[in-house]
């Protein structure tokens, strides 16, 4: 059924039925349900070579912003940023490519006065605000509220346990990625020492590909992978006495490092005659530091368009099979491995 044939059945103008089926607030939300409903009774499928032509013809000029998207962060304070400050990038992302779509984010916080679940859903359905931007929260595991399981919701990271859609990094392909450039340049005993809370939120993908690549490509070296919760000078030590790794690859926030750094100063060893160092994960706040960088922007771009294509194709409510999506990092180089 074509749009016109549904305008004459709804007895609205077709502009109208183009509004509603696109969602847009300037159609009430009583009427964009009616037409759902009849679009849905009468089979009608919208024409995508259509949609892709008119995509063209509006990319011509600035949108104007004609919804809001709902920013949630389950940390303690209102800004997330103090407390993981990779978060920044993710949200500057989604807001610039919300901005290109036409929409605007708007943040809520569930710790401020007089805030909980229940609340903040009645504000996003009076403000008619349907879709939720998650950028995860400060303990591992967190469930999303139940209040807000009926909008739609596209988290960032693992730390949401509620079985939502997500985008993450590419932790399993940028390790192997940094593991296969360490070999190229010719380290054959490679040491991985992560954090416990950190390999979790890593869904276990830094992990599981260095024990993959030292069983498939290094033949099985048999180097256990070291996991201290803070940095443990004795446990170090005596990790790298036993087992000689040519490349120590950290998992670790800037501390770690710094402590790291030192411990190898005071014991005369030097990077990267002594052994390479290379940090996987997160930005050791030094540009002498080789590895993988994760790409914190377009993880928050690619979790704005993902939700921004659940709204428009009306997917409200937790889905049955949730999209995962990730997104690789970048190799940085640097003065701590040996030159290519």
Known sequence: MSMRSLAR?????????????????????????????LADRLGHVPNPR???LMNEVRRGRRPELHAVIGLIALYPGPDAAHYTPHLALSIRGAR????????RIDDFWLGAP????????????????????????????????TELHPFAVVTLGMSIHTRV???????????????????????????LITQPEWEMRADNGYTSAYLLFQDRVL????FPVLR?????????????????????IIHQPPVFFRAFEAMAADRRMKVPRDFGTVFLGVDPLSDNYAGMAQNHERI???????????????AFGLPEVPKFESVEGTWVEGLTVRPR
């Open 114 to 145: 007089g805030m909980n679940p229940r609340r903040l859903r009645q504000i996003l359905e009076t403000r008619d605000i349907r879709g939720l931007l998650c950028i995860g929260a400060h303990e591992f595991d967190t469930p999303l509220p």
């Open 165 to 191: 859609h997500r985008v993450t990094s590419s932790h399993h392909r940028d390790a192997y990625t940094l593991l296969q450039i360490l070999r190229q340049r010719g380290y054959v005993r490679p040491g």
């Open 300 to 314: 928050g771009i690619c979790g704005l368009e993902l939700l921004v294509g659940r709204m428009q194709q009306r």
């Open 9 to 37: 059945k709804a007895g609205v103008s077709p502009m109208t039925v183009s509004l509603a089926l696109r969602n847009h607030p300037r159609i009430s939300l009583a009427m964009r349900k009616k037409i759902w409903a």
């Open 228 to 248: 201290p919760p803070v940095f443990d000078e004795a446990a170090v030590g005596t990790w790298l006495k036993s087992y000689k790794p040519d490349v120590v």
């Open 50 to 52: 259509l949609g892709e």
């Open 219 to 222: 033949g099985g070296t048999g």
């Open 96 to 103: 610039a490519r919300a901005e290109e779509l036409g929409y």
